[in-house]
Antibody
Framework: QVQLQQSGPGLVKPSQTLSLTCAIS??????????WAWIRQSPSRGLEWLGR?????????DYVVSVKSRITFTPDTSKNQFSLQLSSVTPEDTAVYYC??????????WGQGTLVTVSS | DIVMTQSPDSLAVSLGERATINCKSS????????????LAWYQQKPGQPPKLLIY???TRESGVPDRFSGSGSGTDFTLTISSLQAEDVAVYYC?????????FGPGTKVDIK
């Protein structure tokens, strides 16, 4: 059974960097058959797919254009986890952030969600 | 980017009655190479992450009750709950995974009448 456990701060100051980690059990971050995604949800934006990271002989990342200049996904094979970093945050980045496993593109396993508030 | 829309925004259905949710994509999500429709449905209850119900537009995820079914063409899709149960009260989302970004619809809230 795949489980995704999210961790990271729930409060980030404006202009700083949001950092979250998703620890994977029951699968491998470097699996050749799935991908790993970050999705966020807010009342104003709904469910917003932020991007994915995946391994197919080498690592690939896809990011949504709206945050592409500010976002980085980092897989950590030694800890079997992947991380999200979103820089220069504003209050518009306040949301519940989810990690998820992508199988063929659909999200079959989700993390528990982390409410991140951007406020001074 | 492919834009997903859903209708209605919300609906209230009597227990045991049918609920129908529509989803439309701004372009086809049907692959000509494998004839698969890259469309998924999720159910979300308050305080929980979304739960996968349907993928490939009509394939039910393991453990999902058979009162949930999906259908559709290349751009127009439907999620049907054949006999609404109290535990089905939730928000339902469609999502395409045809090309990145894999965008979601705005959601349809289902309540009991």
């Amino acid at each position: 059974q795949v489980q995704l456990q999210q961790s990271g701060p729930g409060l980030v100051k404006p202009s700083q960097t949001l950092s979250l980690t998703c620890a994977i059990s029951g699968d491998s971050v470097s699996s050749n058959s799935v991908a790993w995604a970050w999705i966020r949800q807010s009342p104003s934006r709904g469910l917003e797919w932020l991007g994915r990271t995946y391994y197919r002989s080498k690592w690939f990342n896809d990011y949504v254009v709206s945050v592409k200049s500010r976002i980085t996904f980092t897989p950590d094979t030694s800890k079997n986890q992947f991380s999200l970093q979103l820089s220069s945050v504003t209050p518009e980045d306040t949301a519940v952030y989810y990690c998820a496993r992508l199988k063929n593109g659909y999200c079959d396993y989700w993390g528990q969600g982390t409410l991140v508030t951007v406020s001074s | 980017d492919i834009v997903m829309t859903q209708s209605p925004d919300s609906l209230a259905v009597s227990l045991g009655e049918r609920a129908t949710i529509n989803c439309k994509s701004s372009q086809s999500v049907l692959s000509s190479s494998n004839n698969l429709k890259y469309l998924a449905w999720y159910q979300q209850k308050p305080g929980q992450p979304p739960k996968l119900l349907i993928y490939w537009a009509s394939t039910r995820e393991s453990g999902v009750p058979d009162r949930f079914s999906g259908s559709g063409s290349g751009t127009d899709f439907t999620l049907t709950i054949s006999s609404l149960q109290a535990e089905d009260v939730a928000v339902y989302y469609c999502q395409h995974y045809y090309s990145t970004p894999f965008t979601f619809g705005p959601g349809t809230k289902v309540d009991i009448k």
